[in-house]
């Protein structure tokens, strides 16, 4: 059996990995919803919402049907196992495509934040594009996105659901803090589930308080500016 | 006699939402100035020299260099324009201090050839932000802010410097201040400048000529006294707060009184205005309502008001339900103009080339700088 430390220190480190690898996508996704028109906006948006209204269940399943031998990442159709299901990388997907839907929307926020006005003064200020979104855009919006990484990685960290359909729960493998909880409840051993819990609204409040924090100075900030 | 360069070739065909804007401007003067009701399209069309809003068809060329030609499918994109923008608001960098702010344009200003360094330092001596340049933004008031967006602007190396409103966002007294700085500015760096305003007297003070836009239409161009005192215009004008605008050097002072040498010949020509903050020597604007002025075809004696100066009418025109006396007091002071009703000019029988007594009081006079 792997000690409480082995759980929580696994699943923070899959619970971070996850959120890195939303970060790109994310970000791009957020700035385009946020900032440009076009067509199949609402299409795009509306997929990239979907992960939070539907059953995390739901979502394990279909990305079990995906990644099954028959599945369109599987090994039939590609030519060789990725060797997803049931491993440690199931648990860093399944935990990504759930916390997606809260890092894009609390990201799209943030950018829409930064007034575009300002971006064009960069502009007029001889800044290209991508110098207006580096030196302009990004730290402007960077509390709102500090924000949204904290949300995506508390998402993660609690993912419970699509996890273990598409990982299990199997002890010292795939075995994270929310499953591991669920299986020491379900065994009695309420010990390890009140330590569990413990670090788990430790963990989410401190996460929370900070994006609080953050909002409120943004809050404060935007009136200064305006 | 050397070719007269022009500065500004621009024509423009475009819609934005209900506004139509199409103008044809081709001028030699370096300061322009476009006046307009607030609707006008005077930002927009700010904003199409800039380069940020998307143009049906037109030319724009400022100073030689072609920034958009519809025919040829050339676009010179907003940050290689070379262009400083001064908005109403400021829009200064929130997560900058001042001295980031100023410094937000230099790759372009280093690329565009003067040495940095000394451009920031004229920048910074000419508006006064030395105290200023550790400061973060939140802690500038209005006129500071303002003097900074523009401090930034010009720190970018433009070839023009595009003004929006320079001076609506702020009060009367702050007007009076920051006024000076863009005189300071104009004369200074010597760029081409285009200011919107809806004030005529800033545009009385900083342009060589103004072009009037109504409805997206520029229906007007000419120098600023000539446009604001004619027929069509001064009745707006005046609403907006038309005044005869002089510019002078303080000769003397006292308590009360300050004494402002209109003619640059030893105070030949001056008047007595109201004590202002300047020492001798300094220039200072000065400005009379043309409401505030009586005519008399005699010097008079035994009056309190303080001014009497001898000019020569140069022509009279309707303008509306008033008549406008325009007059000549001296070659280096600019048009003085009189309103009068058609009864003075009958009884007065004023006709161009007559010799005439301009009396004000002085506290008819406000000084618009210092």
């Given at each position: 059996m792997p000690t409480i430390y082995e759980t929580i220190s696994s699943t923070l480190l899959w619970a971070v990995l996850a959120s890195l690898i939303v970060a790109v996508p994310g970000l791009a996704i957020a700035y385009l919803l946020a900032r440009r028109e076009f067509l199949g906006k609402k299409v795009l948006s509306t997929f990239t919402t979907l992960p939070l209204v539907l059953p995390p269940t739901a979502v394990g399943y279909l990305l079990l049907r995906l990644f099954?031998?028959?599945?369109?990442?599987?090994r039939e159709r590609i030519?060789?196992?990725?060797?997803?299901?049931?491993s440690w990388k199931a648990v860093v997907i399944a935990c990504s495509i759930m916390s997606f839907p809260i890092f894009v929307r609390t990201a799209r926020v943030a950018f829409e934040e930064v007034n575009p006005r300002l971006e064009r003064m960069g502009r007029t200020l001889g800044m290209g594009r991508q110098k207006v979104f580096l030196s302009i855009t990004l730290p402007l919006a960077s509390r709102g996105l500090i924000a949204a990484t904290l949300l995506g990685f508390t998402r993660a960290l609690g993912e419970f659901g699509a996890t273990i359909i598409l990982a299990g729960n199997i002890p010292g493998r795939t075995q994270t803090l929310a499953s591991a909880l669920f299986s020491a409840q379900q065994s009695g051993n309420e010990a390890l589930a009140n330590q569990l819990l413990g670090v788990a609204l430790l963990v989410g409040f401190i996460a929370v308080y900070t994006t609080e924090r953050l909002a409120s100075k943004r809050s404060s900030r935007k009136e200064q500016a305006g | 006699m050397n070719e007269v360069e022009t500065i500004f070739n621009i024509s423009l065909k475009a819609r934005f939402g209900d506004l139509k804007l199409d103008l044809e401007y081709k001028g030699s003067k370096h300061v322009l100035g476009v006046f307009g009701v607030s609707g006008a399209g005077k930002t927009t069309f700010l904003e199409c020299l800039a380069g940020l809003r998307k143009v049906m068809s037109g030319q724009i060329a400022v100073a030689g260099e072609i920034w958009l030609d519809t025919e040829t499918n050339c676009f010179v994109r907003t940050e290689k324009r070379y262009v400083g923008y001064v908005p109403q608001d400021h829009l200064l960098f929130p997560h900058k201090n001042v001295r980031g702010n100023l410094e937000a344009g230099k790759a372009r200003a280093v690329e565009s050839g003067p040495d940095f360094q000394s451009v920031l330092k004229k920048v910074v001596a000419v508006l006064e932000l030395e105290p200023l340049l550790?400061?973060?933004?939140?802690?500038?008031s209005g006129g500071e802010r303002q003097r900074v967006s523009l401090g930034r602007a010009l720190c970018s190396g433009p070839k023009l410097l595009l003004l929006d409103e320079p001076l609506a966002s702020l009060d009367l007294p702050l007007r009076r201040k920051i006024l000076p700085f863009l005189i300071r500015t104009k004369e200074a760096f010597e760029l081409p400048m285009v200011v919107v305003s809806h004030n005529p007297t800033e545009l009385q003070v900083l342009c060589d000529e103004v072009l009037i836009l109504e409805n997206g239409r520029n229906v007007m161009v000419g120098s600023p006294n000539e446009l604001f005192t004619s027929d069509s215009l001064f009745e707006v004008a005046k609403q907006h707060g038309f005044e005869n605008v002089f510019s002078g050097a303080i000769i003397e002072k006292s308590d009360q009184v300050d004494r402002l040498s209109?003619?640059?010949?030893?105070?030949e020509i001056s008047i007595q205005i109201p004590a202002t903050d300047a020492l001798v020597g300094d220039r200072v604007l000065a400005s009379i309502g043309s409401d505030n002025v009586l005519i008399g075809l005699e010097q008079p004696r035994g009056l309190s008001a303080r001014n009497c100066l001898s000019a020569t009418i140069s022509r009279i025109e309707n303008a509306g339900t008033r008549w406008l006396v325009h007059s000549v007091?001296?070659?280096?002071v600019s048009d003085f103009v009189v309103e009068v009703t058609s009864d003075a000019i009958e009884a007065l029988q004023l006709e161009s080339g007559a010799r005439i007594y301009l009396v004000f009081k002085t506290s008819s006079v406000s000084t618009l700088t210092g």
């Open positions: 099954a031998d028959d599945g369109w990442l599987g030519g060789f196992d990725l060797d997803i299901i049931l | 550790d400061r973060s933004i939140d802690q500038l209109l003619s640059g010949k030893d105070g007091v001296a070659d280096a």
